[in-house]
């Protein structure tokens, strides 16, 4: 059984992509786009909510203030994304009067006109999305509360081209366009995923992690072939350092020891499996590297807090529950 789908195997330079196997585990299980048009002074305060939100000033300018951060100038061409945020304000100036969100009208169209006062035109693009909460801390734990890529950057002039294609579904609204923006939500994210890895200061977690020389080789080869039966020498020696000098520095850069690491994201792969699939226990603990069921099942109970099969049994029985409710 292979939980990613294509074989992946360990090769000459750990082709494995944690990026990419995140976005693909999360698998959001909800999005809503809504654009934000304004001229003259507006603001608009939104309540704290779940995940990740991803936005992109197509025209013009604002100022995004986040409870517990500096207001940040957003100008044309800049993107941002927010992680688990609390109450956050868009404005078109410091210390407008803002509007709730909620008293905005948001039903049945794809741009709301926050203000039609004269001046200067404001106008965002925005993308929320929802994860499954039993794996969306694979990423969300990673994040900070707002990435900022500028249109100046190297990384924002390549999203240019995406906040182009943006921008025009959202105008047109045409046949498929719904799908078009999932599709490019999921794109954005992933980008905005790399900017945040690629950033000077080295965030910390995986994400950061990923962009180091050693400690990233090792992470890959583990996402690269998750089945195999790593040791903490295997890894120390990818890595090309001793293995107490692995096992610090990968503890300080992701924040957990690295079979840890390993055993947590096996588990998530399992629980994905598990809940949208019917594959033999014993086919899942082969392929997240277990030599048995019971020793699969103990480390599941130990991250999870039930058996496989109680957790599958739930998640059925939840599904059930939906289905029912749905009719």
Known sequence: MNLYGPSKRVGAAAAGDPIADAARLLRPRSFQHRGLRGTG???????????????????????????????????????????DPPSYTLASEPGAEPRAATSLDLAGTQ?????????????VCRAHFAFD???????????PRLVHVR???PQGRLLGHLSQLLVSEFATNGPGSSLVLDHLAQILFVHMLRAHANRRERPVGWL?????????????????????????????GLANMSRSAFAA?????????????????????????????????SELAAATGYESESAFSTAFRRVVGSSPRQFREQARRDGAALTAQAH
């Not at 909460?133 to 994040?143: I, K, M, P, Q």
């Not at 020389?213 to 790593?230: K, N, P, Y």
């Not at 520095?249 to 994905?272: C, H, N, T």
Request: proline share 5%.
């Open 133 to 143: 909460d039993a794996d969306a801390s694979v990423v969300v734990d990673a994040l």
């Open 208 to 236: 950061g992690a990923l962009t180091d020389d050693r400690i990233g080789v090792a992470m890959r080869a583990m996402h690269a072939d998750v089945s195999r039966r790593w040791s903490l020498a295997e890894l120390a």
């Open 151 to 153: 249109a100046s950057d």
């Open 41 to 83: 002074p507006w603001a608009v305060r939104f309540e704290p909510f779940r995940h990740v939100q991803i936005g992109v000033v197509a025209i013009g300018e604002c100022w995004l203030a986040i409870e517990g951060h500096e207001p940040v100038l957003l100008c044309q061409g800049d993107f941002y994304l927010l992680g």
């Open 249 to 281: 520095a990968f503890k300080q850069r992701v924040g957990r020891p690295p079979l840890e690491y390993l055993i947590e994201w096996r588990m998530s792969l399992a629980r994905d499996a598990l809940l949208r699939g019917s594959s033999p226990i």
């Open 111 to 123: 741009v709301v006109n926050v203000a039609d006062d004269d001046g200067a035109e404001t106008y």
